[in-house]
């Protein structure tokens, strides 16, 4: 079994400051890794994800993670935030092989001040 | 495409009575999921479907939630009866293989907020 964690439930980050939104994960397998963004009122929508390859994954509006194995690591990175940044941020995994179940997060709120 | 499609988006009901949730898939997705969300229990996943067929259901709360999905192209999630535990935010997602891969990575509607009085 895989489980996620994302340590800080709010982060208030001020406007054009850059971010970091923290996620580790456990897995006894090798994992796919996901972020997925919550805006009010909507579903989740992918951010980005991390299959194979490059440990570096850029995804939509200038979001980007990393992936860290030995840490167990998949931080979610933003050099310089906007408020429409404003959202509600999920980390998930999914084991490799097989049948993909996807393990969430707890989310982390994400609020760009002025 | 035009994505997942849940209707209703809303649903103000009272106690007792029956909530019928629908989701037809991403065309061509094999995979589809239902999950609640709440503030105090995040995101839940309910029950799952391959092919039409439920996989696994154990995060349905009770008897009193029912799934089903008749073919590839709609799938209901039904409560009967309701009670005002269960006014969340319900969520259909679907998943398809990404060259031959299934990866895990779902497409979600838009949500259908239920208030149960």
């Known amino acids: 079994a895989q489980s996620v964690t994302q340590l800080d439930s709010q982060v208030p980050v001020f406007e054009e400051a850059p971010v970091e939104l923290r996620c580790n994960y456990s897995s006894s397998v090798s994992v796919y890794l996901f972020w997925y963004v919550q805006y009010p009122n909507q579903g989740l929508q992918l951010l980005l994800k991390?299959?194979?390859?490059?440990?570096l994954v850029k995804g939509i509006n200038g979001f980007e993670a990393e992936f860290n194995k030995s840490q167990t690591s998949f931080h979610l990175r933003k050099p310089s935030v906007h408020i429409s940044d404003t959202a509600e941020y999920f980390c998930a995994v999914s084991r490799i092989g097989g049948y993909q179940k996807v393990t969430f997060g707890t989310g982390t709120k994400l609020q760009v001040i002025p | 495409d035009a994505g997942v499609i849940q209707s209703p988006r809303h649903e103000v009901t009272e106690m007792g009575q029956e909530v019928t949730l629908r989701c037809k898939p991403i065309s061509g997705h094999d995979y589809l999921f239902w999950y609640r969300q709440t503030m105090m229990r995040g995101l839940e996943l309910l029950i799952y479907f391959n092919n039409n067929v439920p996989i696994d259901d154990s995060g349905m709360p009770e008897d009193r939630f029912s799934a089903k999905m008749p073919n590839a192209s709609f799938s209901t999630l039904k409560i009967q009866p309701s009670e005002p535990r269960d006014s969340a935010v319900y969520f259909c997602?679907?998943?398809?293989?990404?060259?031959?891969?299934?990866?895990?990575?779902?497409?979600f509607g838009e949500g259908s907020r239920l208030t149960v009085l």
């Open positions: 997602a679907s998943s398809g293989d990404l060259a031959g891969v299934t990866t895990g990575e779902l497409f």
């Open positions: 991390y299959l194979s390859g490059s440990t």
